[in-house]
């Protein structure tokens, strides 16, 4: 089981600042006085609507996580099934064994186009940890996930 934890960044003062004719952000602030700063604004995921203009691109690579009855039984077209269980061995074949194997071409490192889900996000949320920890720093996830597409493409 995966948990992610999302954590402000928090600044303690602990002793009284003076600001000395400099601008600082930390004059008169009061000591002991707890401030936070906003979390880095990331773009890891990819919403419903994002992922629909992706698609007339066909450079996009989506790879679905999910296990393989799971793909067979319904996926978001164009996608390919890489399992998550496999992932990390996939992504470190070569090229031509990617291909050989999956049937696609394999993602490279500086990619941003791959995109990754799964049936909710909890697991494409693990391929993405999986993913950067590997190099591929540009991969982003659909946190919706494949219950997220089938309901709004069939609104």
Request: with cysteine.
């Amino acid at each position: 089981m995966l948990l992610v934890l999302c954590a402000l960044s928090v600044v303690v003062v602990a002793e009284e600042t003076h600001c000395g004719g400099t601008p600082d952000r930390l004059c008169d602030v009061k000591p002991e006085a707890v401030y936070y700063k906003e979390p880095p604004i990331t773009d890891s995921e990819v919403s419903y609507k994002q992922l629909k203009t992706m698609f007339p691109s066909s450079s996009i690579q989506l790879f679905d996580v999910r296990n393989p009855d799971e793909f067979e039984a319904g996926h978001i077209p164009g996608s390919t099934n890489v399992p998550l269980g496999e992932l990390q061995e996939a992504l470190r074949l070569s090229s031509d064994q990617f291909k050989q194997r999956f049937g696609v071409r394999a993602p490279h490192k500086e990619d941003s186009s791959i995109v990754v889900y799964c049936q909710r996000g909890r697991r494409s949320a693990t391929a993405l940890d999986i993913m950067w920890a590997l190099g591929f720093s540009r991969a982003r996830h659909y946190a919706g996930g494949y219950s997220d597409w089938v309901q709004r493409e069939e609104q």
